[in-house]
């Protein structure tokens, strides 16, 4: 039986990483703005499975690889810490544009937008973090079998993740309106996020922690 505290500090953790401005985010809103809501529900979609791949190969063993092969997941972690750092300058450079300013881009099949939510869900370091080393350290061992534990604190997550990120592609066009017509904020929210991403990144680079095994 899942404890009630771990399902609450998965909710907490989930909530936090998915207000944080990163790859996921600035994806859906992008599609959401230039392509309407249906675009961004499709690739929402593709987020979808992203988080789904995680759960699954993470509570079927994949962190073992890790902490087999640290040197590895040190070389991951600072591959995704270099990519939220260049997100980080995108959003913060002279002549930056925040990710709701409206931007010509290229309308994609619904098979495209779905693949590119997938690869922006797989090949963000934000969520191989939290699978690999944060949602196994709210798994008890005195309260049964491990691998539900991993598997419904996984989806505690994903619900969450998906919840939030729905409402987000949602309101992204009339987020976008309101800040179009604000442009002091509309630059107050480029610089928000680009901050957030960059400590995001630092963060990433700096900790030392090993990644725990769920099983």
């Not at 990483?17 to 809103?29: E, F, S």
């Not at 991951?76 to 450079?93: D, E, I, M, P």
């Not at 350290?137 to 994903?158: C, D, R, T």
């Not at 630059?187 to 928000?192: C, D, I, S, V």
Request: hydrophobic share 55%.
């Amino acid at each position: 039986m899942v404890e009630l505290s771990g399902v609450l500090g998965v909710a907490m953790i989930a909530l936090g990483m998915v207000l944080t401005p990163g790859p996921n985010m600035i994806y859906l809103v992008s599609r959401s703005i230039t392509q309407g809501r249906r675009a961004g529900v499709v690739s929402l979609g593709g987020v979808a499975v992203g988080f789904l791949v995680y759960l699954v190969a993470t509570n079927l063993g994949l962190s073992v690889v890790f902490l087999a092969v640290p040197e590895l997941y040190v070389a991951v972690k600072l591959a995704g810490a270099g990519y939220l750092a260049y997100l980080a300058w995108t959003a913060l450079r002279p002549g930056g544009v925040s990710v709701f300013a409206p931007k010509e881009m290229p309308h994609d099949s619904a098979r495209r937008l779905f693949t590119m939510g997938l690869m922006t869900n797989l090949l963000n370091p934000k969520i191989a973090i939290m699978y690999l080393s944060l949602i196994p350290q709210f798994i008890s061992l005195e309260a049964g079998n491990v691998l539900l534990q991993g598997f419904v604190l996984g989806s505690v997550q994903i619900v969450v993740a998906l919840t939030v990120n729905l409402g987000i592609v949602l309101a992204a066009g009339a987020i976008a309106v309101f800040l179009a017509r604000r442009p002091s904020w509309l630059r107050a929210q480029r610089y928000l996020m680009g901050t957030a991403l960059g400590l995001l990144a630092v963060s990433v680079a700096m900790d030392s922690s090993a990644p725990a095994t769920s099983g």
